[in-house]
């Protein structure tokens, strides 16, 4: 086939397609900063296992993964709680993540990919308004197709001419700082439930969980503005007072990192360029996880570029790409950033309300591996949290937010519906600008 492919960045989603178009036959090079042996945080991570199978990787070994539990859910107050109900066969699974990065590597040489670590990509090189490379230090390299998977910051994606109609930035408040280390357990306190959740926790913009395991605590703490060690240690002793068994030793971990919590990026693809996983902002919203979403994706990029047959590999043969991600995921999660907007926006008293009197529930909290439309389960989810405040709120203040929350919602899930199905140029700014514009306008409230 003799067309070039270089992918920047060892993401999940880039050595997947990296693995499938080297497969197809495809001259694939991989470009990673970091070494081998330091891909990937000194964690656990949580994902679909049936996302590996779409993108086209096979299971690991089963020795290497285990089953997520169930999620129960605190208030700011923790007065009442939710727990999810995810049949056996449809949870997640749970994976160190350097394992996870080394079956998806290993998988990747088996196809012919070719990898180049401690390299790290700067910049894109240009001919015109079409990338046509990448600068590597002061090494030029050039290919008919960059595949952008350097993550939420990259460095591709944020120096790209504005005529390639990609937006450049992350946007404010978009960012998730998290902070996660796992503490050696202490004394013989079990918790009532192996997977505590806590929103708004103590009342400050805050999420985080404690996952029980047999030896140690796993601890999360999640802000959406820059942290340090005293708010950590300040967290960890309001966890410690309900959760005695989290103890000093940190076991693993002990880091800081950052994670895009926004829509999908409005603009995924240009002349010889196309971003993928943190790049195109394809996390969950509201808790940040992405692996399944950019494995999944990875297939579907796959078949955009072996579906061009002139290997033009132009915005507009691109273009079925990003349809195609905002079909099966992307315009579900572009819905749910309304709701993370407005979670963020409410007191503690108002989500305890939620919990307290039944608006929120165990239904609308369970996402399960095997959920294919999450479009029309954000619907039916905003419907039903509409009909039953409408029946119990008495606040008018708080019905109105979420009343606020079904438009905002409904909004956007029409302003996806709008995306154009094929490359027009000036369709494709306009939907573009509107899209942009209206997650805007969400930030400023």
Partial sequence: ??????????????LAV???????????????????EALGYDWTDIFAPQSLIAAGVPYPSRSLYSYKENMTFFPPAQSVTLTQNVPQDEREIKMERRDIYAHLVAHAKRCGVKFRFETPVTAPLLLGSRVCGVLAGEEKLYADLVIDACGMDSPLRSALPQVCGVEPEIGANNTAFVYRAFFARTGDFTPAHSYEVYVLHQGRQEIAWVATEDDYADVLIVRFAPFGEDEVQQALADLRRTNPHIGEEIVRGGQFAKIPVRQPLSQMVADGYAALGDSAFMTVPLIGSGIANALKASHILSRTVTDDKDCAFTAETLWKYQVGYFKLLGAGYAAMTCLKNALLSMEPAEVDFLFERGILTEDQITIT????????????????????AKKVCTDKILLTKILRIASQIASATALCAMMPHTWATQNVRKWVANYNAFFAKQQKG
């Fill in 1 to 14: 086939m003799g067309k070039t492919i270089l992918v920047a960045g060892a993401g999940h989603g880039g």
């Fill in 18 to 36: 990296a693995a499938d178009l080297a497969r197809k036959g495809y001259d694939v090079t991989l470009l990673e900063k970091k070494a081998e």
């Fill in 369 to 388: 591996a095997n959920t294919t439309n999450l479009q029309s389960m954000m619907k039916m989810s905003v419907k039903d949290l509409v009909d039953r």
